[in-house]
T-cell receptor
Framework: EDKVVQSPLSLVVHEGDTVTLNCSYE??????LLWYKQEKKAPTFLFML????IEKKSGRLSSILDKKELFSILNITATQTGDSAVYLC???????????FGTGTSLTVIP | DAGVIQSPRHEVTEMGQEVTLRCKPI?????LFWYRQTMMRGLELLIY????????DSGMPEDRFSAKMPNASFSTLKIQPSEPRDSAVYFC??????????????FGPGTRLTVL
């Protein structure tokens, strides 16, 4: 059965720490992998990854995909309290625009 | 653009009542998605449309759920009759499949449904 698994389920760090969030997948006909940040509202888009080994970067956030080992990581450096959120990983499959979402990693950054 | 618009933002109803959730996608987007989010099951895709046509409704939990998209700017998700286990946040999202293959989904604010 296709699935997307995120780890850890939750994480508490201090401001300034660096965190790595993991997303592994077993999906037929992979097309892309997306990362979202969800605070107390709707998910907001972070990255879309389609090719292995190419890092996407936005400020303190970066992400990379390994299509051979079927996983992606999301790195956040110098964390801030505003990074506290649930980070969702979604894998697009088949002909496109069909997604499986992981259950998310809840990140709490304490001052 | 105002983004994806959903209404109502909150809905409290009694078991057995009909519930209708509404969504207005971003103008120009040709894909529309309905998701349900609960603590237990996370974010689940219920159904999605392409150019107003339902493409995949395999995520719709049962016959009590139905969705329509009569035109490019409006979609509804209906639950009839509603049950307490339907309590969740329902998100609508829209996207546009660009020439480069990009298809970021933009989410609406969600409708928090509580069925008593």
């Amino acid at each position: 059965e296709d699935k997307v698994v995120q780890s850890p389920l939750s994480l508490v760090v201090h401001e300034g720490d660096t965190v790595t969030l993991n997303c592994s997948y077993e999906v037929t006909n992979f097309r892309s992998l997306l990362w979202y940040k969800q605070e107390k509202k709707a998910p907001t888009f972070l990255f879309m990854l389609t090719s292995s080994g190419i890092e996407k970067k936005s400020g303190r956030l970066s992400s990379i995909l390994d299509k051979k080992e079927l996983f992606s990581i999301l790195n956040i450096t110098a964390t801030q309290t505003g990074d506290s959120a649930v980070y969702l990983c979604a894998v697009e499959y088949l002909a496109g625009n069909q997604f499986y979402f992981g259950t998310g990693t809840s990140l709490t950054v304490i001052p | 653009d105002a983004g994806v618009i959903q209404s109502p933002r909150h809905e409290v109803t009694e078991m057995g009542q009909e519930v209708t959730l509404r969504c207005k996608p971003i103008s120009g987007h040709d894909y529309l998605f309905w998701y349900r989010q609960t603590m237990m099951r996370g974010l689940e895709l219920l159904i999605y449309f392409n150019n107003n046509v339902p493409i995949d409704d395999s995520g719709m939990p049962e016959d009590r759920f139905s969705a329509k998209m009569p035109n490019a700017s409006f979609s509804t998700l209906k639950i009839q009759p509603s049950e307490p286990r339907d309590s969740a946040v329902y998100f609508c999202a829209s996207s546009f499949l660009g020439l480069a293959g990009e298809n970021e989904q933009f989410f609406g604010p969600g409708t928090r449904l509580t069925v008593l």
